[in-house]
């Protein structure tokens, strides 16, 4: 009796698929090769790329109305002598606040808004007989915050009930002395980042902070609140960061 053939299991690929038989041998390779040193890994799933979502297409927005070109016009200080070489660690704190009370006496509201008992203060700052700790104007820093390689002066105006003026001055080519900043804040701190100047104040939620970071903004020729945000506040500490 004759023996049978031996069994062979043949498959049929379409065309299509017999062109892509060539890279099988390739396909097999990477396969066995995954858990060799250097070979391809599992980096695990991939999550799913999402961007932001607009919320409420269909409501209309508030329209912005346009911004002045020129920007906001400069606040020069007056009665103070012309800087020279835009050098404004040469300028007395205390006089350039004096020049402010004089020119706004009546003010009590807005950038040169002051207690008149602290508008008093400092027209007896320097007076014979007055002592210096009781000056309002507190020790001036200097930094360039507008990037033109120049300082510009910092000075604090100690207020009443833990609050404080914070004020930036900068001296033009011309010698004018132009105050791009001043904000009246109840202040746990003050720091100066980089070309920000950092306020630190209470937030009203218990062991957090509202920090608030002014910058120069060029279009305006003044600083800017740009950034703010709630944080919180260093552990056992009263204060935030920074030197008052």
Excluded at 7 to 16: A, G, H, K, L, T
Excluded at 36 to 59: E, F, I, K
Excluded at 233 to 239: D, L, N, R, T, V
Aim: net charge negative; hydrophobic share 35%.
């Amino acid at each position: 009796m004759a023996s049978s053939p031996p069994f062979r299991f043949s498959v049929r690929f379409p065309p299509r698929a017999r062109a892509a038989l060539p890279a099988l041998p390739l396909l097999l390779l990477l396969v066995t090769g995954c858990g060799d040193t250097g070979g391809l890994a599992n980096a695990g799933p991939t999550p799913t790329a999402s961007g932001p979502v607009h919320l409420w297409p269909g409501r209309k927005g508030a329209s912005v109305p346009p911004a002045d070109p020129g920007g906001a016009p400069p606040e020069y200080v007056p009665g103070i002598a012309p800087v020279q070489d835009q050098n404004v660690h040469g300028i007395d704190p205390v006089t350039l606040v004096q020049a402010e009370v004089r020119a706004r006496p009546k003010a009590d509201v807005g950038p040169d808004g002051m207690p008149r008992e602290t508008a008093d203060a400092i027209k007896e700052c320097g007076e014979e007989g007055a002592e210096p700790q009781d000056c309002p104007v507190l020790t001036p820093y200097y930094r360039d915050l507008t990037g033109n390689g120049k300082d510009e002066l910092i000075i604090g105006v100690r207020l009443p009930e833990d609050q404080m003026s914070v004020r930036v001055y900068t001296a033009d080519a011309d010698g004018r002395l132009n105050r791009i900043m001043a904000t009246t804040q109840t202040l746990i701190s003050v720091e100066l980042a980089g070309q920000d100047v950092i306020l630190h104040m209470p937030s009203g939620l218990g062991g957090y902070e509202l920090i608030n970071a002014w910058s120069w903004d060029e279009k305006q020729r003044s600083m800017l609140p740009t950034r703010e945000q709630i944080v919180r506040m260093p552990a056992g500490g009263a204060s935030g960061p920074g030197s008052s």
